[in-house]
């Protein structure tokens, strides 16, 4: 594994991009120490040296030359590229943002320093945003006064938090705990302690913690 993120604690799809990152990182670097050995050998084995006369090389009109090389080299290339092509537009459709009925939809707005999260009853968090664990949380992310960036390393995901403007965020914790959240955009002198806590709990405890909330009454003029 090259990434440094705990692999079993990324969502489903983070998992997918993370290793077809891999599969890019270890096919490519693998070519590159095939080529840049096979130059290397080619170079010293053809230098020049004292003495040695350098063999007059010609391709007469005609002649094939080395084609079985050529074409031996196009198949495993030709091969390891569909691979990788076919991996990467197999997960393309990961990028969108689903919306099942259960999904729990979570306001998130940012601003200097810290994170608020608002759900869907209206109740508001000034420290923590709770979910519960295998369950499609989407965000809906802003910012009150300059760009922050929402970040959660543990699970790879990560948004930027604009004024006036709300961009979406989904994830999908697949295991239980607290997980840091951070700004990755630096918003001023208190950006480092801009930290809040992703806790993921399991499906019956969120369901206690969420029945004990405080309802926020309407805003006026609402239904």
């Not at 295998?134 to 300059?146: E, F, Q, Y």
């Amino acid at each position: 594994m090259l990434s440094w993120l705990p692999f079993a604690a990324m969502p489903p799809t983070v998992k997918i991009f993370t290793t077809l990152q891999n599969y890019y990182l270890i096919l490519g670097g693998a070519a590159s120490v095939i080529v840049i050995g096979y130059m290397v050998f080619q170079i010293a084995k053809n230098r020049e040296r004292p003495g040695r006369q350098t063999p007059a090389y010609h391709h007469e009109e005609g002649e094939w030359g080395n084609w079985k090389g050529v074409l031996m080299l196009l198949c495993v290339t030709g091969s390891v590229l569909a691979f990788v092509e076919y991996q990467t537009f197999a997960s393309a459709n990961l990028v969108a943002i689903p919306d099942p009925p259960s999904a729990l939809l979570v306001g998130v707005t940012g601003q200097q320093y810290s994170w608020s999260f608002t759900y869907p009853n209206g109740y508001t968090d000034f420290q923590n945003m709770t979910v519960p664990v295998d369950s499609i949380v989407i965000l809906n992310i802003t910012s009150r006064d300059v760009t922050h960036g929402l970040y959660i390393p543990e699970l790879d995901v990560a948004k930027d938090a604009q004024p006036g403007v709300y961009s979406e965020l989904w994830f999908n914790a697949t295991q239980t705990g607290v997980y840091t959240i951070q700004c990755r955009q630096l918003c001023g002198v208190g950006h480092a302690l801009m930290l809040s806590k992703l806790v993921v709990e399991s499906v019956a405890q969120y369901n206690a913690w969420y029945a004990k909330l405080p309802v926020a009454p309407p805003a006026k003029g609402g239904a």
